[in-house]
C-alpha cells in the first residue's frame, strides 16, 4: 500500500509559481512511476506529467511542456512540481498518483496508476 499527500496548491496570480509537494509512504516508492493529473470543474482528469523511477524518464502533457517541471527524491519518498509562468486555464485540482509497473506508453493514462491523493487546489487570477 502507498499513501499519497499533495500539498503546495494555492491561489496565485497570472505568470507566478508554484511547487507542489506530493509526500508517500510506504518503502517501495522507488520503484513506483509517480504521475500528476489535474481536473478543473466540468471536465475530465486529464494528464500533465510523469517520471519513472530511474528519475531520468520525464513526460509532460503539451500545454504544460516547458514550463512545469517534475521531479522526485526517492531518499525523501517525495515527487514534485514545479509550476511557473502559470496561467488562468492551469486553475484546477491537481492530483498526484503512483503506478507500478507502467509500461511507458501507458504513464498517460489514469486508470492505470494503483494509488492517488486527495488533490491540492491551484487557482490562478489573470
Known amino acids: 500500500q502507498v499513501q499519497l499527500v499533495e500539498s503546495g496548491g494555492g491561489l496565485v496570480q497570472a505568470g507566478s509559481s508554484l511547487r507542489l509537494s506530493c509526500a508517500a509512504s510506504?518503502?517501495?516508492?522507488?520503484?513506483?512511476?509517480m504521475g500528476w493529473f489535474r481536473q478543473a470543474p466540468g471536465k475530465e482528469r486529464e494528464f500533465v506529467a510523469a517520471?519513472?523511477?530511474?528519475?531520468?524518464?520525464?513526460y509532460y502533457s503539451d500545454s504544460v511542456r516547458g514550463r512545469f517541471t517534475i521531479s522526485r527524491d526517492n531518499t525523501k519518498n517525495t515527487a514534485y512540481l514545479q509550476m511557473n509562468s502559470l496561467k488562468p486555464e492551469d486553475t484546477a485540482v491537481y492530483f498526484c498518483?503512483?503506478?507500478?509497473?507502467?509500461?511507458?506508453?501507458?504513464?498517460?493514462?489514469?486508470?492505470?496508476?494503483?494509488?492517488w491523493g486527495q488533490g491540492t487546489q491551484v487557482t490562478v487570477s489573470s
Open positions: 498518483a503512483a503506478g507500478r509497473a507502467l509500461p511507458v506508453e501507458t504513464v498517460t493514462n489514469a486508470p492505470r496508476y494503483d494509488y
Open positions: 517520471i519513472r523511477w530511474n528519475i531520468i524518464s520525464t
Open positions: 510506504g518503502r517501495t516508492f522507488s520503484i513506483y512511476t
